[in-house]
């Protein structure tokens, strides 16, 4: 308990800090937050009924043997490579995701079991999901943190943010989510999830900070109107807009999703 009232103590000047940010932005933002709550309310009642884990596909692709023509199916055939023996380590995967049908259902089986199924198949979809949180960021004001924005000499430390295009070249500037490591998944396997895999949603991961209520209410909503997502999972520590005992940060609104209709990312 002593341990746990020091830790209580040692967050109390930040939060202190945070809390105040907010009775600011509640009080001049209160109509615009108001109207984000509505809309992520929206989301949560959308994604009710839906299991929120990593689930296998079951759909088996087509032999690679089988004799295509112009009418085939049969999206591309490619002889075994780097790709099968070196990085996925598996047949099977490598033909999933080089063989897809068009106008293939999704067809989802049971949930995933091995982190390192999970682990390649994050980085395979990485540059999939940061090209479409940068199309976002560009849209609706959102914006990317700057590495070492936290460490400013002198007063106390402020984070910075800034938009960015997605550049290569300017990339190092910003410190981005990316796929989580695998030290990361496995303590929140051990200390959240009882070690079930599938419920380990997080592996691709990247955060818009955004300057007002309005500009992350019409990202929110772009993202629900996607025909290529389907939002699986939200979170909110903006529902209460006077409460603040069980909050000792930045206010969030988390949303968990798959790029269902995204070719990339299917194959």
């Given at each position: 308990?002593?341990?746990?009232?020091?830790?209580?103590?040692?967050?109390?000047?930040?939060?202190?800090?945070?809390?105040?940010?907010?009775?600011?932005?509640?009080?001049?933002?209160?109509?615009?937050?108001?109207?984000?709550?509505?809309?992520?309310?929206?989301?949560?009642?959308?994604?009710?009924?839906?299991?929120?884990?990593?689930?296998?596909?079951?759909?088996?692709?087509?032999?690679?043997?089988f004799v295509h023509g112009?009418?085939?199916?049969?999206?591309?055939?490619?002889?075994?490579?780097?790709?099968?023996?070196?990085?996925?380590?598996?047949?099977?995967?490598?033909?999933?995701?080089?063989?897809?049908?068009?106008?293939?259902?999704?067809?989802?089986?049971?949930?995933?079991?091995?982190?390192?199924?999970?682990?390649?198949?994050?980085?395979?979809?990485?540059?999939?999901?940061?090209?479409?949180?940068?199309?976002?960021?560009?849209?609706?004001?959102?914006k990317f943190k700057l590495?070492?924005?936290?460490?400013?000499?002198?007063?106390?430390?402020?984070?910075?943010?800034?938009?960015?295009?997605?550049?290569?070249?300017?990339?190092?500037?910003?410190?981005?989510?990316?796929?989580?490591?695998?030290?990361?998944?496995?303590?929140?396997?051990?200390?959240a999830y009882s070690h079930?895999?599938?419920?380990?949603?997080?592996?691709?991961?990247?955060?818009?900070?955004?300057?007002?209520?309005?500009?992350?209410?019409?990202?929110?909503?772009?993202?629900?109107?996607?025909?290529?997502?389907?939002?699986?999972?939200?979170?909110?520590?903006?529902?209460?807009?006077?409460?603040?005992?069980?909050?000792?940060?930045?206010?969030?609104?988390?949303?968990?999703?798959?790029?269902?209709?995204?070719?990339?990312?299917?194959?």
């Amino acid at each position: 308990a002593w341990l746990v009232s020091l830790g209580g103590r040692g967050i109390l000047p930040g939060k202190a800090r945070y809390d105040e940010v907010w009775r600011r932005v509640a009080e001049e933002q209160g109509e615009a937050l108001a109207s984000l709550q509505k809309a992520v309310g929206e989301m949560v009642k959308a994604t009710e009924g839906k299991k929120p884990v990593q689930l296998n596909r079951t759909s088996v692709p087509r032999k690679l043997s089988f004799v295509h023509g112009k009418d085939s199916q049969v999206e591309s055939v490619h002889q075994p490579d780097y790709l099968e023996h070196n990085i996925l380590q598996s047949a099977r995967l490598a033909a999933s995701l080089r063989v897809c049908r068009r106008d293939e259902a999704m067809v989802w089986g049971g949930p995933v079991n091995s982190l390192d199924q999970l682990h390649t198949q994050a980085f395979l979809v990485h540059d999939t999901f940061l090209d479409l949180v940068v199309f976002l960021g560009k849209h609706y004001g959102g914006k990317f943190k700057l590495k070492g924005s936290a460490e400013c000499a002198g007063s106390e430390p402020q984070p910075e943010f800034a938009a960015w295009d997605g550049s290569k070249e300017s990339q190092g500037r910003y410190a981005l989510g990316g796929v989580k490591s695998v030290a990361s998944c496995v303590a929140k396997l051990d200390t959240a999830y009882s070690h079930n895999v599938s419920m380990l949603l997080d592996l691709v991961r990247e955060t818009l900070y955004f300057d007002t209520a309005t500009d992350l209410e019409a990202c929110l909503r772009a993202i629900q109107d996607d025909p290529e997502l389907e939002v699986v999972q939200v979170k909110s520590s903006m529902g209460d807009l006077d409460a603040s005992e069980l909050w000792a940060g930045m206010r969030f609104v988390k949303v968990s999703m798959m790029l269902v209709g995204s070719r990339d990312a299917r194959w």
